[in-house]
């Protein structure tokens, strides 16, 4: 057993437990050891665990704060706290600093701005309706594959114009791409990492050049990337072609997918912030903050000391991994009021740490909160009621906060 | 107090009075100016606080900060008269100040 499931919440030493053990995650037993961390140990040091030693970030406005200075929190050479396998150096702009981050991000952030959004909107709530229409009334099924990953899968085929036959691929890439135990403490083997990435590059090398062939009036991400000066040739820089597709589909996968989920798990649990909702379809977009800021997608992301640093009364050391775990800056009181609770009207349901902030700040995120928005738009409209009638699974891993299956049963209007 | 006017997208225009000494951020939200987000409540990090500052403003408006230029690079909309509100402590000099909107925060 893992030191940290073993050890007591309330009473073992601090020194002893483990905070990047996966199953602190995939168990929900998180919550009590990371608040001791805000109290007693808000910059804290951890000198032994399977990914080697790291600090843990925990409140609020520390992350805030390391998240913001990447001139002495480089997010090179990777952002998970695990390390990242050399035979395939995918190169992504979430892991580079400026200015080379800049350039990247410049080149591919227009495609998932508001204005691209706006129309894509249709396309997108056809898609929602198709989905929701087909669920099985009176049966027992599982939202996470009949909804969640459906619907995220298809947005993801949408946004590269992928065929769409074959689009669980996509969801195939997503999942192994950040899913194996060095990286992240989940079960997924290097070889099959490996081999998966590989595909990946192949498949969409070979949809590069059949677009190049047959250029479209489309603004989907290949085309956008031909068009650019800067991207034009990407295709001749694997790595970093791959890297760019692994940033959006991981990035617009996951994690609107577990947002997806968090958000019926978070109604059923607080059943009269759903009356609220059924009273008032208008605090939707609220909602949508809150699912995100409770359900907080990603766990953490981690940067390395650039030098001798003194953080919060402590010495970080050059090259010290240090890691900003938000799923523990959106439960920081100092920050946010009664921040276990789940409340759809909020006075200010932006104000949470999932996107991250700083240069690095999530790229996807009006993408991200458009899709919830108009999932619950379109759910209120056909039921009253989306019941869990079972208990959750939970993904084991240190980085991806989420779910393998949610059983439900939905009630039409 | 100095009148400062923020002109949304849409070409709505809102004359706030506001306070000295806080931030033009905080100014447009106390006084319900749709279209600034400021996600991060004013801290430098999320740039969901942009505007642009007509050009003969821009020097009581004052210099942007590293930090701000970085945020501010991130913005697909950006311009040479982006500034983040939030970033922008008001003054008297800023009386008949006028800043326009984006079409989006992001
Ligand atoms: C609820 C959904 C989402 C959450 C919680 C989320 C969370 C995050 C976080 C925490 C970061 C890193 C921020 C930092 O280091 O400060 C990030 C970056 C990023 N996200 Fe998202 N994300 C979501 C949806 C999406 C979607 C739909 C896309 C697809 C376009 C996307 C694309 C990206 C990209 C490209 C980056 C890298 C940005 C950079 O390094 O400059 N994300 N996201
Ligand atoms: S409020 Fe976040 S940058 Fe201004």
């Known amino acids: 057993m893992n030191q940290a499931t073993s050890a007591l919440p309330h009473s073992a030493p601090l020194d002893q437990i483990d905070f990047s053990d996966p199953n602190l995650l995939r168990d929900d037993t998180w919550h009590r050891y990371f608040a001791r961390l805000r109290d007693e140990s808000p910059v804290h040091y951890q000198a032994e665990s399977p990914f080697g030693p790291f600090w843990s970030i925990t409140r609020f406005d520390d992350i805030v704060a390391v998240d913001s200075n990447f001139k002495d929190f480089s997010s090179e050479p990777a952002i998970l706290i695990g390390d990242i396998p050399d035979d395939m150096p995918a190169e992504m702009f979430i892991a580079m600093d400026p200015p080379k981050h800049d350039v990247q991000r410049r080149a591919v952030q227009s495609v998932v701005a508001p204005r691209n959004l706006a129309e894509m909107e249709v396309l997108i709530r056809s898609r929602v309706c198709a989905i929701l229409d087909g669920l099985p009334v009176g049966e027992t099924f599982d939202w996470v594959s009949d909804v969640s990953i459906n619907l995220t899968t298809q947005m993801l085929a949408t946004l590269f114009d992928f065929p769409f036959e074959q689009r669980h691929k996509l969801t195939y890439w997503s999942d192994i791409a950040a899913g194996t135990e060095e990286m992240t403490g989940g079960d997924v083997s290097t070889e099959e990492r490996m081999e998966g990435l590989k595909e990946c590059l192949q498949t969409f090398t070979a949809l590069w050049h059949e677009r190049k062939a047959n250029p479209r009036d489309s603004f989907d991400l290949i085309t956008l990337l031909q068009r650019d000066p800067n991207t034009a040739d990407m295709v001749d820089k694997p790595m970093e072609y791959l890297g760019n597709l692994m940033l959006l589909i991981v990035g617009g996968n996951d994690t609107t997918r577990n947002s997806a989920t968090g958000g019926v798990l978070a109604l059923n649990l607080f059943p009269e912030e759903y009356d609220k909702l059924r009273a008032d379809h208008s605090l939707i977009p609220s909602m949508v903050s809150e699912i995100i800021r409770w359900q907080t997608p990603l766990a953490h992301m981690r940067r390395r000391a650039t030098r001798d640093i003194e953080f919060g009364g402590q010495q970080i050391k050059k090259d010290d991994k240090v890691v900003m775990w938000y799923m523990s800056g959106n439960r920081d009181e100092r920050a946010i009021a009664s921040p276990d609770q789940f409340i759809i009207d909020r006075e200010n349901p932006r104000h949470h740490i999932s996107f991250g902030f700083g240069v690095h700040r999530c790229m996807g995120n009006r993408l991200a909160e458009m899709q919830l928005r108009i999932l619950w738009e379109e759910i209120m409209q056909r039921f009253r009621f989306v019941e869990v009638v079972g208990e959750p699974v939970r993904v084991k891993s240190n980085f991806v906060k989420g779910y393998e299956s949610l059983p439900v049963r939905v009630h039409p209007v | ?106």
């Not at chain 2, 004359?15 to 991060?40: F, H, R, W, Y």
């Not at chain 2, 402590?89 to 009386?95: F, G, K, L, N, S």
Request: hydrophobic letters at 40%; charged letters at 20%.
């Open chain 2, 1 to 106: 107090m100095p009148r400062i006017t923020l002109v949304e997208f849409n070409g709505t225009s809102h004359t706030i009075e506001a306070e000295v000494g806080k931030s033009l951020m905080l100014n447009a939200i106390d006084n319900s100016v749709p279209g600034i987000d400021a996600d991060c409540g004013g801290a430098c990090a999320c740039g969901t606080c942009h505007v642009f500052v007509e050009p003969a403003w821009s020097e009581a408006a004052g210099e942007s900060n590293p930090l701000e230029g970085a945020m501010l690079s991130m913005r697909p909309d950006q311009s040479d008269l982006s500034r983040l509100s939030c970033q922008i402590e008001v003054t008297d000099a800023m009386d008949g100040m006028v800043v326009r909107l984006p079409e989006y925060q992001m």
